[in-house]
């Protein structure tokens, strides 16, 4: 089995990595579709999640039930060498890792071609104003990516964290096991895209509220988080 899958979604981000097990759970809560594009995370091979599965055997024989052993106190195992290690607590799995939805900066991308567009028109009159067009353009869109790179928004088993800046960086988090409400706002026309704010509280204020601007699938986030909720319980 390799290490996991990506899901690719429409805005350019990736979503992952997911067992085999995982993405069926998706597609049977009608989350992702057979059609939804998912990347191998150890070979790179894009393809449908529909293709990953395969029809196995039933099994026909049930293994023996071990026996029953009690566990050894702590002292004991401390002074036998001969001792089993507990076991290590389980891994930290990589939820979710997003930025602001690139849909949302459609006014930069629409400032941007006016710009360019103008000096175009005006090149006949005016040769430099093609230049500056161009030059102006492209500064908006710079801005645009500078603004959703300051942005990152991480899910992981254990914890949501937002963090923001390119250099000096600033971040916040907060335990998933320590969330009491999450609560989603959509308007406007992104909301008609499934594109909103996610607000991650705590109980009573012991941590600061986290919140998620201008997320894809802010409801199918908001879902994944109780989850997790409900798995670790």
């Known amino acids: ?3 996991g ?5 429409p805005d350019g981000t990736r979503d992952g990595p997911y067992a085999e097990e995982e993405l069926l759970d998706l597609m049977d809560a009608g989350e992702i579709g057979p059609a939804t594009q ?13 293709s990953l599965f395969r029809v196995l055997a039933p099994v026909q024989e049930k293994p023996a039930p071990a026996a029953w052993k009690p566990s050894p106190f702590r002292e004991e195992t401390l002074n036998n060498p001969n001792a089993v290690d507990s076991p290590a607590p389980p891994r930290v799995r ?8 690139i849909l949302t900066y459609w006014r930069s991308v629409l400032a941007a071609a006016l710009l360019i567009g103008g000096g175009f028109f005006v090149r006949e009159w005016v040769p430099e104003m093609l230049a500056l067009g161009l030059i102006a ?7 645009a990516v500078l603004h959703r790179m300051r942005h990152r928004f991480i899910v992981t088993s ?10 000096a960086k600033s971040s916040r988090e907060l335990p998933v096991s320590a969330i009491r409400s999450i609560n989603v706002t959509h308007s406007g026309a992104s909301g008609l895209l499934g594109i909103g704010r996610i607000t991650f509280s ?9 919140t998620f601007d201008r997320v894809w699938r802010a409801s199918a986030l908001k879902n994944r988080v109780r989850r997790l909720q409900e798995s670790s319980q």
Do not use: N, T
């Open 94 to 101: 990589l939820v979710y890792c997003g930025s602001p939805c």
């Open 5 to 9: 899958y990506f899901i690719l979604e």
């Open 158 to 167: 254990a914890r949501v964290e937002w963090h923001r800046g390119l250099i």
């Open 137 to 143: 353009g492209m500064l908006v869109l710079l801005l």
């Open 1 to 3: 089995m390799s290490a």
């Open 202 to 210: 705590s109980a009573a204020g012991a941590h600061e509220d986290i």
């Open 38 to 50: 998912c990347m191998d995370a150890a070979s790179g091979r894009v393809s449908e999640a529909g």
